[in-house]
Structures are given as structure tokens and as C-alpha cells.
């Protein structure tokens, strides 16, 4: 997901046309892709993928822009981002003074506080779509980079995004442009602070909404920041309110337990917080000190270091997370609860001798009661279930080995890589296979049916009806008009008549009938047995 908003009020026509050429340079420097309809091409609806350019953007509005929905190289396309040259367009009745454009991407929240919510806000809405992660999203997040960076007081770039994943889009973009882009103030802890300052006077509206909007790595040097900026009473505040969202046993709590430790703040401060304190979150204690001890607070300093980053949408990560890299890192986070780490360390000993001051039960209580929850992590990891575990996470470390290995031997590894293909790559034996049975599909019926219907019919009439057939997957426009320049070919048209038969509702079989079409070498080498592409 990438969202952009603007405040159109705060920019004059001027400076917005002057950013928008930029982002026309931008699209020209990569193969976005456009959707585009033509509502009487062939008395029916035609769409057809083709380049992004700047165009009068109908049917969906009556202004000049540009529209992006995927790119022309893989053929991935997701939901859509447009932008229109004309400001007017987003402009809007407005009047008196605003708040923060940062503090308007919070401001919708129940639990933000009251002087965050009870702003004027007069932001509006330019990009709001997800990328699923293609290839796409890089350049569209420098896009609105560009936007934002042109505009800093003015307009804010949200979503599944990453300081990592910025610097890459603007070290793309300032490649292209004149000018370069700046990162975003929510990349500079001191910097974003300062500007909060400016909006809020509540401390506490202020270290909530800093927290909120901060996009750097929870580390000890931010707890160091928070405690210098921040008084003790307000950050105990901020804690009892971020962990009353979570119950001990629960990723939430586990994950928010590193954080705390992360940033520097001590066991004792949050068993006051999770427990004693009255007005606190009242949590179970034993349920409390298990997730503590399961924290990974006491892990040795070479079990810190060898557990992999999970965290969905790491501050540093450079590539989008997408849905699988979601479930596999989720499904991992599973797998590896019992082995929970924290850059802070303190040993068994200090944890117990915190529990006993703050919880005022004996020593040897805690001494039963952290021998307990060790023998539990043992015993669960000898269980059959834990076993069966375990042998699946080998079956898929060695399939995933398995697999880099069979990748570096073939060009065309999977369905997705056909957008690829040219005569003399290698093709897996499972994309090999899939082609041969579309290709054998085909053949079975060109011997089975004479198709003299459809050959009778007008050139306008075979094409009328091949776009309406067109119901699973785009075609861009490069396809049509070959498909449009053999009409008269009935042994060709007749091939691209059953190919486009194909009920492509399944996601295999409409990754390889797209693939086909989207790759017009292969669509004309493999399947219509033309020597040369065109």
C-alpha cells in the first residue's frame, strides 16, 4: 500500500505544474503500465494494457493526467495511481488555520489524543493502492517521494513503506532528476520532534504522535531521545496505553515487550506498568513474567545476533513485503516464539531479583517459577507435534535450497518468468510442461474443429469477438494490433481463438494464458509457429 496526501490549499498551480513535468520524467524512465478503455472499438468495450503517458483520463475523469496500474516489463499489474496536472482538481472549500499533514494521517484513530483528533485537518487523498509488492511499487513510492520531498509541509507519503525502501526509490529518481529529492521528516528523530513541537502543546499528544509517525528503528539511541524530551510520568503513560492493547501469551504482548527493551527502558519500571501499578494494565503477573522470560531479555549474545529479522516492514528493508513474505514471516515468528531476542540483556539472577523487589514473594518462588517455564520451552520441544514441526521446517529449508539451486540453472523458472522467454532460454521442466499442454490443447481442437463459422465472418466481426473473449487477463495493445494485422490469417486467428477460449479462472492457468499473450515472441514462436517475432 502507498497513499499519498497533499494539502492543495497550501500549493499554488504553479508549483504543482512544475512538480508534475518531474513526474512525467520519471514515468518516461520506467515501463509503467496503463489501462486503457475505448468504449466503441469494434461496437464493444476494448481494453488493452499499453505505456503510461500523459492522456485526458477517461472514462474514469475528464482531466489531463497520468494512470498507472503495473509496468509493461513483467506484466504485474495491481490496483491503480493516478495524477492530475491540474490542481483544481484536488482543491477544495477551506478556510482558517490547519494542522500538521503528519498529524492529519493519525488524526482518524480512537486512541490518538484529543488535541491530535481535534484539529482542522485539509488534506485530500492522491494516491491510496496497494502494489502487492510488484515490481511497480519502487518507482511509484519515488514518485511520491518526489511529491512529498517538493512539498514537505504540504503533502505526505504513507502505507506498507520503509525508510529503506525510500532511500532506494530517491537514489532511483535522483538519477533522473535535476533536482534532488530529500528524505522524509519522519527520517530525522531530532528534525520530525522539532516539527511536532511546532503543532502540539500536550506532551503527551506529542510523544504519541512522534512515536506514531517516527519511521526509524526502535533502538536504545530513541529511548535515549524519549528520555531526554519527555518527562518520566508521560512516557509511563504512553506504555501502560500501548500495552493495554495486548494480553501476556500474545504476539502483540511479545513484540511489544522487545520494543520496550529495545529502547533502553528497564524490567522494574515495566512490571510497575503491566502489574502493580493500579492504574496500569492490571496484566496477570504469571502471565507477565513467563512473557518476560520468554522475551529473549536473558539470551546470550550470540543467540541475539542469529535470530532473523521478522518484523513486517522493517525500517531498513529495501524491498516491499508482499503477501507471502507476510504469511512466511508470520508462520516464522511461530516457529520461533520460544526463541524471542532483545538487543537488552540482563541475566536470569536480575530478572529474578527485579520480580522479588516489585512483586514481594521469595526468592524461591520465582527460582520454582522460572525453572517451570524453562522446563515447559524443553518439554514442548520434545512433544511429537514440535517434532513434526521441526521436520517440516527442514522439508522447507531444504525445498527452498532445493530451489536457489534449480534457479540458477534455467532462464525461465517459473510461469511468471515468461515474460522472459526467447528461443534460446532454458525452461524448467514444470514451465516446459505447462507449455506443452496449452500448446497440445490447442492443437487437439484446430484437428477436431474446422471453426468455418468464424471464418466466415467480417475482419470487424473476428475481432468484435476475440475482445469479447478477452475475460481473464489484459492484452497490451503491441498483441492487439498483430492480432489486428493477421486478421485475414485464419490459421493464425483460429489458434488465438482457442488460446483466448481458455477459462483462464484458475491462477495457473491464467499466469500462463497472460504470460503468452503478454509476450508476444512467445505467443507467435511457440504457439503460431511464426519464425521471427515481428
Same mark, same amino acid.
Given at each position: 500500500?502507498?497513499?499519498?496526501?497533499?494539502?492543495?490549499?497550501?500549493?499554488?498551480?504553479?508549483?504543482?505544474?512544475?512538480?508534475?513535468?518531474?513526474?512525467?520524467?520519471?514515468?518516461?524512465?520506467?515501463?509503467?503500465?496503463?489501462?486503457?478503455?475505448?468504449?466503441?472499438?469494434?461496437?464493444?468495450?476494448?481494453?488493452?494494457?499499453?505505456?503510461?503517458?500523459?492522456?485526458?483520463?477517461?472514462?474514469?475523469?475528464?482531466?489531463?493526467?497520468?494512470?498507472?496500474?503495473?509496468?509493461?516489463?513483467?506484466?504485474?499489474?495491481?490496483?491503480?495511481?493516478?495524477?492530475?496536472?491540474?490542481?483544481?482538481?484536488?482543491?477544495?472549500?477551506?478556510?482558517?488555520?490547519?494542522?500538521?499533514?503528519?498529524?492529519?494521517?493519525?488524526?482518524?484513530?480512537?486512541?490518538?489524543?484529543?488535541?491530535?483528533?481535534?484539529?482542522?485537518?485539509?488534506?485530500?487523498?492522491?494516491?491510496?493502492?496497494?502494489?502487492?509488492?510488484?515490481?511497480?511499487?519502487?518507482?511509484?513510492?519515488?514518485?511520491?517521494?518526489?511529491?512529498?520531498?517538493?512539498?514537505?509541509?504540504s503533502a505526505v507519503?504513507?502505507?506498507?513503506?520503509?525508510?529503506?525502501?525510500?532511500?532506494?526509490?530517491?537514489?532511483?529518481?535522483?538519477?533522473?532528476?535535476?533536482?534532488?529529492?530529500?528524505?522524509?521528516?519522519?527520517?530525522?528523530?531530532?528534525?520530525?520532534?522539532?516539527?511536532?513541537?511546532?503543532?502540539?502543546?500536550?506532551?503527551?499528544?506529542?510523544?504519541?504522535?512522534?512515536?506514531?509517525?517516527?519511521?526509524?528503528?526502535?533502538?536504545?539511541?530513541?529511548?535515549?531521545?524519549?528520555?531526554?524530551?519527555?518527562?518520566?510520568?508521560?512516557?509511563?503513560?504512553?506504555?501502560?496505553?500501548?500495552?493495554?492493547?495486548?494480553?501476556?501469551?500474545?504476539?502483540?504482548?511479545?513484540?511489544?515487550?522487545?520494543?520496550?527493551?529495545?529502547?533502553?527502558?528497564?524490567?522494574?519500571?515495566?512490571?510497575?506498568?503491566?502489574?502493580?501499578?493500579?492504574?496500569g494494565c492490571c496484566?496477570?503477573?504469571?502471565?507477565?513474567?513467563?512473557?518476560?522470560?520468554?522475551?529473549?531479555?536473558?539470551?546470550?549474545?550470540?543467540?541475539?545476533?542469529?535470530?532473523?529479522?521478522?518484523?513486517?516492514?522493517?525500517?531498513?528493508?529495501?524491498?516491499?513485503?508482499?503477501?507471502?513474505?507476510?504469511?512466511?514471516?508470520?508462520?516464522?515468528?511461530?516457529?520461533?516464539?520460544?526463541?524471542?531476542?532483545?538487543?537488552?540483556?540482563l541475566s536470569l539472577?536480575?530478572?529474578?531479583?527485579?520480580?522479588?523487589?516489585?512483586?514481594?514473594?521469595?526468592?524461591?518462588?520465582?527460582?520454582?517459577?522460572?525453572?517451570?517455564?524453562?522446563?515447559?520451552?524443553?518439554?514442548?520441544?520434545?512433544?511429537?507435534?514440535?517434532?513434526?514441526?521441526?521436520?517440516?521446517?527442514? *522439508? @522447507?529449508?531444504? !525445498? $527452498?535450497? #532445493?530451489?536457489?539451486?534449480?534457479?540458477?540453472?534455467?532462464?525461465? +523458472?517459473?510461469?511468471?518468468? %515468461?515474460?522472459?522467454?526467447?528461443?534460446?532460454?532454458?525452461?524448467?521442466?514444470?514451465?516446459?510442461?505447462?507449455?506443452?499442454?496449452?500448446?497440445?490443447?490447442?492443437?487437439?481442437?484446430?484437428?477436431?474443429?474446422?471453426?468455418?463459422?468464424?471464418?466466415?465472418?467480417?475482419?470487424?466481426?473476428?475481432?468484435?469477438?476475440?475482445?469479447?473473449?478477452?475475460?481473464?487477463?489484459?492484452?497490451?495493445?503491441?498483441?492487439?494490433?498483430?492480432?489486428?494485422?493477421?486478421?485475414?490469417?485464419?490459421?493464425?486467428?483460429?489458434?488465438?481463438?482457442? *488460446? @483466448?477460449?481458455? !477459462? $483462464?479462472? #484458475?491462477?495457473?492457468?491464467?499466469?500462463?494464458?497472460?504470460?503468452? +499473450?503478454?509476450?508476444?515472441? %512467445?505467443?507467435?514462436?511457440?504457439?503460431?509457429?511464426?519464425?521471427?517475432?515481428?
Open positions: 500500500m502507498i497513499n499519498l496526501e497533499i494539502m492543495p490549499n497550501k500549493i499554488t498551480n504553479k508549483e504543482w505544474e512544475h512538480v508534475y513535468e518531474e513526474t512525467l520524467e520519471l514515468i518516461e524512465a520506467y515501463p509503467f503500465m496503463d489501462k486503457i478503455i475505448i468504449e466503441e472499438k469494434y461496437d464493444t468495450t476494448w481494453i488493452y494494457a499499453d505505456r503510461t503517458r500523459e492522456r485526458k483520463l477517461h472514462p474514469w475523469y475528464d482531466d489531463f493526467g497520468w494512470y498507472v496500474i503495473g509496468d509493461m516489463k513483467t506484466g504485474e499489474h495491481a490496483e491503480n495511481f493516478a495524477l492530475m496536472r491540474n490542481l483544481d482538481f484536488y482543491r477544495h472549500d477551506d478556510s482558517g488555520k490547519v494542522g500538521d499533514i503528519f498529524l492529519s494521517t493519525i488524526a482518524w484513530r480512537d486512541d490518538m489524543a484529543d488535541e491530535i483528533k481535534n484539529k482542522k485537518y485539509s488534506s485530500r487523498t492522491v494516491f491510496n493502492s496497494k502494489t502487492q509488492g510488484y515490481d511497480y511499487h519502487k518507482y511509484i513510492l519515488a514518485i511520491a517521494c518526489l511529491i512529498e520531498g517538493r512539498f514537505p509541509e507519503v504513507t502505507g506498507d513503506i520503509t525508510i529503506g525502501q525510500m532511500r532506494e526509490a530517491i537514489a532511483w529518481a535522483d538519477k533522473i532528476l535535476e533536482k534532488p529529492i530529500p528524505l522524509t521528516d519522519r527520517a530525522d528523530r531530532e528534525g520530525l520532534l522539532g516539527r511536532l513541537k511546532k503543532s502540539l502543546q500536550s506532551e503527551y499528544a506529542l510523544l504519541q504522535s512522534f512515536m506514531e509517525l517516527n519511521l526509524t528503528e526502535h533502538d536504545e539511541c530513541l529511548g535515549d531521545l524519549l528520555r531526554s524530551n519527555f518527562s518520566k510520568g508521560v512516557v509511563k503513560k504512553y506504555v501502560i496505553n500501548y500495552f493495554s492493547n495486548f494480553l501476556p501469551g500474545t504476539i502483540g504482548f511479545g513484540n511489544s515487550i522487545e520494543n520496550y527493551f529495545n529502547l533502553g527502558f528497564d524490567l522494574g519500571t515495566l512490571c510497575e506498568v503491566c502489574v502493580t501499578d493500579k492504574n496484566k496477570d503477573e504469571d502471565g507477565f513474567i513467563e512473557a518476560v522470560l520468554n522475551s529473549g531479555l536473558n539470551n546470550n549474545e550470540q543467540l541475539r545476533h542469529d535470530v532473523p529479522e521478522l518484523a513486517v516492514n522493517d525500517p531498513e528493508s529495501k524491498k516491499p513485503d508482499t503477501v507471502d513474505t507476510m504469511v512466511n514471516k508470520t508462520f516464522f515468528s511461530l516457529a520461533l516464539g520460544k526463541e524471542r531476542t532483545t538487543t537488552k540483556y539472577q536480575e530478572i529474578k531479583e527485579v520480580f522479588i523487589r516489585k512483586f514481594n514473594k521469595p526468592e524461591g518462588y520465582y527460582q520454582r517459577f522460572i525453572e517451570k517455564v524453562f522446563a515447559k520451552k524443553e518439554e514442548s520441544g520434545s512433544t511429537e507435534t514440535d517434532s513434526k514441526f521441526s521436520e517440516l521446517m527442514e *522439508l @522447507l529449508q531444504k !525445498k $527452498a535450497t #532445493e530451489t536457489e539451486e534449480e534457479i540458477e540453472l534455467y532462464d525461465i +523458472f517459473r510461469l511468471s518468468d %515468461l515474460y522472459l522467454w526467447k528461443p534460446e532460454c532454458k525452461v524448467s521442466p514444470s514451465v516446459e510442461k505447462s507449455l506443452k499442454r496449452l500448446k497440445s490443447f490447442m492443437e487437439d481442437l484446430l484437428e477436431k474443429k474446422s471453426y468455418t463459422d468464424f471464418a466466415k465472418l467480417s475482419s470487424f466481426d473476428k475481432l468484435n469477438y476475440l475482445n469479447k473473449q478477452n475475460k481473464y487477463f489484459l492484452i497490451r495493445k503491441e498483441v492487439w494490433d498483430y492480432i489486428a494485422d493477421q486478421v485475414e490469417n485464419i490459421d493464425i486467428l483460429k489458434k488465438i481463438y482457442i *488460446l @483466448l477460449n481458455v !477459462k $483462464a479462472d #484458475e491462477m495457473s492457468a491464467n499466469n500462463l494464458c497472460k504470460m503468452v +499473450f503478454w509476450n508476444i515472441g %512467445l505467443l507467435r514462436n511457440y504457439f503460431l509457429n511464426c519464425e521471427s517475432d515481428r
